[in-house]
């Protein structure tokens, strides 16, 4: 017999398809992780963002606060309400509300008692956003609908 006749080639077909196979889940799995890492990047820059507006808006408020007590004069560009007691000479409160973001806002009310020193009556990030409840839930009541 001949040599020729008895060589067969290797049998690559099987081969070839789990490399390509895993090549393809490998390919999947890269972009599964890069969608996942700008996704984390882009919370991180959102939480990062919101951490600075607070702090900002944390030291206007503590600005008004460090001016209502030394009685030095305030910050151009905030309110303050301040309101003179009636029963107790000397007392008076003040409120401010400073915004943080466009849903957010810091407020903080102050209350000076008749010797002079100022206590810190409330200090909290309030959303300023309107909540409407939506009890919708678009249950499917069993009725078959016609696409026409």
């Known amino acids: ?3 020729k006749s008895r060589f067969s080639p ?4 099987a081969v070839s398809l789990l490399v390509v196979f895993a090549v393809l889940c490998l390919t999947v799995f890269a972009l599964l992780s ?10 991180a820059d959102a ?3 919101a951490v600075t507006n607070y702090y900002a808006a944390d030291l206007k ?20 309400e301040l309101t003179e007691g009636e029963g107790a000479e000397g007392t008076a409160s003040a409120s401010c509300a400073i915004p ?21 009556l409330r200090w909290q990030s309030v959303p300023t956003g309107s ?7 678009g249950l499917w009541d069993g009725d078959l609908i016609v696409i026409e």
């Open 131 to 137: 909540w409407t409840y939506d009890d919708s839930l």
């Open 100 to 120: 943080i973001s466009d849903t957010q806002e810091l407020q903080i009310e102050l209350s000076r008692s008749p010797d002079g020193t100022w206590t810190v």
């Open 1 to 3: 017999m001949d040599k």
């Open 47 to 49: 939480a990062a963002e």
């Open 61 to 80: 408020a503590q600005t008004v606060f460090a001016c209502l007590r030394t009685g030095s004069a305030l910050p151009s560009d905030v309110s303050v």
């Open 34 to 43: 890069l969608t996942t890492v700008q996704a984390d990047v882009r919370l």
């Open 10 to 13: 290797p049998a690559v077909g």
